[in-house]
């Protein structure tokens, strides 16, 4: 299973924030050192979260992002307000492995499309749920969409990759919600990455067990109760 340590940029420092409230926000310090500290303890991939992006400022966190491509030598996946093929290409072409659209593929079903036809597996998506729907707009608002459904939609246009977090558990520290991601794994042939919820090592074993392709841990390396080290020298991650 692969293991992606997690970087939410706001005003270019690395936060955290409970259930995707900005007025909840901690933070931990300069993001390109955070990125190199984990790379350090054995990270072979990261995920970034452009927050400010996701709010409408697109370019306050680019340098920053630049320079963790730059300075660490392991690919990352971005995600954060990609809302069109310009937005996309930017990112790749900076050296961003793999770009995440969230709200944008909800509600633009054909940006999907061209996308996945013009950069292949680079295209990630990510379903955020609460209560198995779809949540949009910094989860802010809740459509009608199913998950599973909207899965199986992204499944059918090619799309290789999956981010799945359940809201409910997001920077809780509870645990994954390991049914809905047995789900996604189950029904579709898509790579699913669980997010939200990531409170221990019995967590990662949970998810390796299940078979899932990675996990996306955040606050609980912060918070230090999950240790990084410990983490990657599990036999089934990497």
């Not at 749920?129 to 992204?154: C, H, M, N, P, Y």
């Not at 991601?181 to 579709?188: D, G, S, V, W």
Request: negative net charge; aromatic residues 4%; contains cysteine.
């Amino acid at each position: 299973m692969r293991i992606f340590p997690a970087i939410d940029i706001r005003n270019r420092q690395c936060v955290r924030l409970r259930q995707g409230n900005y007025n909840e926000q901690t933070t931990y310090g300069d993001p390109i050192e955070m990125a190199k500290r984990w790379v350090e303890q054995g990270a072979n991939y990261l995920h970034l979260v452009d927050l400010d992006a996701a709010k409408g400022d697109p370019s306050n966190n680019l340098s920053i992002i630049q320079s963790i491509i730059r300075e660490v030598p392991v690919p990352v996946q971005v995600g954060g307000g990609i809302r069109s093929l310009e937005r996309v290409t930017q990112l790749l072409d900076l050296g961003v492995e793999r770009v995440i659209l969230g709200t944008a593929a909800v509600k633009n079903p054909e940006l999907v499309k061209q996308a996945v036809e013009m950069y292949g597996e680079a295209i990630v998506v990510s379903i955020d749920a609460r209560d198995g729907l779809v949540a949009t707009d910094g989860w802010l608002e809740t459509s009608e969409v199913q998950a599973i459904d909207f899965a199986k939609r992204l499944d059918s246009v090619g799309v290789k990759t999956i981010v799945y977090t359940d809201i409910s558990r997001d920077g809780m520290l509870e645990g994954p919600n390991i049914e809905a991601l047995n789900e996604m794994n189950h029904q579709t042939h898509l790579q699913v990455i669980a997010s939200g919820g990531m409170s221990s090592m019995e967590d990662v074993r949970k998810l390796s067990d299940s078979e899932i392709y990675g996990a996306i841990i955040g606050k609980a390396l912060y918070e230090e109760t999950i240790n990084l080290v410990d983490v990657m020298k599990e036999p089934t991650t990497c």
